[in-house]
């Protein structure tokens, strides 16, 4: 039986005395709805009154690309202005600041540390520090849990909108949490609320719930892709396709000149727990390779307890690199999209290879978790 959860926004009457007679600002996107499936911006701004609302990635409503320049806009159906919260606004303006007394957060994060959500979020926060605005965090569940932990530690020189703030690859918080740890990472004089969830367990999976899978953005459709992105989204630092353009994105990787027998055969030689490589080919319709057949693997999640998806991901970067040659890139020229994802440069100049970098961060990322514990608001 699915575990019924009650979402920041159904809990919303716990701070109603904060939001009454003021000027109320939303950041928010598609996954901001209720337990039945409202969505955030009509509950809120029926109720109170919306005066503003910030776009992140993707957009308010999810009709925005990856990267895509984000606008300012009248929402046709509020009348509210909607301001850019991604891009050359990603820092909050004056005039942003001055449109509410209280900024409501409510976004589904990926649980990534490459995902932009949580750094919309923390920019979000330094203003509201900076202007001695009050913000209020409504709390979502980590669609991959809040258990497990790993990847690499992010170091400082490589920090920016893709990793930051010491996290480790998969940080294992959800997005109340996250803020109360960013909160004293940055010393942020901030008044901040999180309004928590009700039924989850740190054990629990988005699908083991009685929510339902709002596609955090274009390019993640399901919870399998996310799964799977925490170790494949390496691949948008190289000229192999992630999956960009196809019905599972993240779950394919590929290219015109690689032999996909050949890399199912590697692969599963390597017997990874909890994961299993299937040849295949696409077509991306757009991205990388658009209108090209490639070739290469369908990563599968066999075992979620057993499976460490981020080495998983390094090896088949590592696998395929080898088997494409010359005909491998990395993308960039004087930095290295790899090095921000990774949040360091060591597995791109050859210091370590996947395995060793595997290895090479297993200390930090239980140090990590043990620093992190203390935000936890769920057992």
């Avoid at 909050?92 to 509410?100: G, R, Y």
């Avoid at 491998?328 to 060793?356: Q, S």
């Amino acid at each position: 039986m699915k575990k019924k959860i009650l979402s920041g926004i159904d809990r919303i009457d716990t701070v109603a005395h904060l939001l009454a007679g003021r000027r109320v600002g939303l950041m928010t996107n598609p996954t901001g709805i209720s337990h039945g499936i409202v969505s955030t911006i009509d509950i809120l701004h029926s109720r109170f009154g919306l005066s503003a609302m910030y776009a992140v990635e993707h957009g308010i409503r999810g009709n925005i690309q990856a990267g895509e320049h984000v606008e300012n806009f009248i929402d046709p159906e509020t009348g509210v202005t909607v301001f850019s919260a991604y891009g050359q606004n990603s820092r909050f303006t004056d005039e942003m600041l001055d449109a509410f007394d209280v900024l409501v957060f409510d976004i589904q994060d990926m649980g990534a540390r490459f995902y932009t959500y949580i750094y919309s979020m923390a920019y979000a926060m330094e203003a509201c520090a900076r202007k001695g605005k009050s913000m209020i965090v409504l709390d979502r569940v980590n669609p991959l849990g809040g258990k497990k932990r790993a990847g690499t530690i992010i170091r400082p020189e490589f920090a920016s909108f893709v990793g930051d703030y010491g996290l480790a690859t998969q940080y294992g918080l959800t997005m109340g949490e996250f803020a109360l740890y960013v909160k004293d990472y940055l010393h942020l004089d901030v008044d901040l609320t999180v309004v928590p969830l009700e039924g989850w367990t740190r054990d629990t999976l988005l699908d083991e719930t009685d929510l339902p899978w709002v596609a955090p953005s274009p390019n993640l459709p399901t919870l399998e892709g996310a799964l799977c992105y925490i170790g494949t989204c390496v691949f948008e630092g190289t000229n192999l396709s992630e999956g960009r353009g196809t019905t599972i994105p993240f779950q394919v990787m590929g290219a015109p000149f690689l032999d996909g027998a050949e890399l199912e055969k590697r692969m599963n030689a390597l017997h990874l727990p909890g994961l299993h490589f299937r040849r295949t080919s696409f077509c991306p319709t757009f991205s990388k390779h658009q209108g090209v057949l490639c070739h290469g693997v369908q990563m599968h999640v066999t075992d979620r307890e057993a499976c460490n998806a981020f080495a998983g991901g390094l090896h088949l970067l590592e696998t395929a690199r080898e088997l494409a040659g010359e005909h491998f890139e990395w993308l960039g020229k004087t930095e290295f999209f790899i090095d921000k994802l990774l949040g360091t440069d060591e597995y791109r100049t050859g210091k370590y290879d996947a395995a060793g970098l595997v290895e090479a961060y297993l200390k930090p990322v239980a140090d990590f978790n043990e620093q992190v514990k203390a935000y936890e608001l769920y057992k």
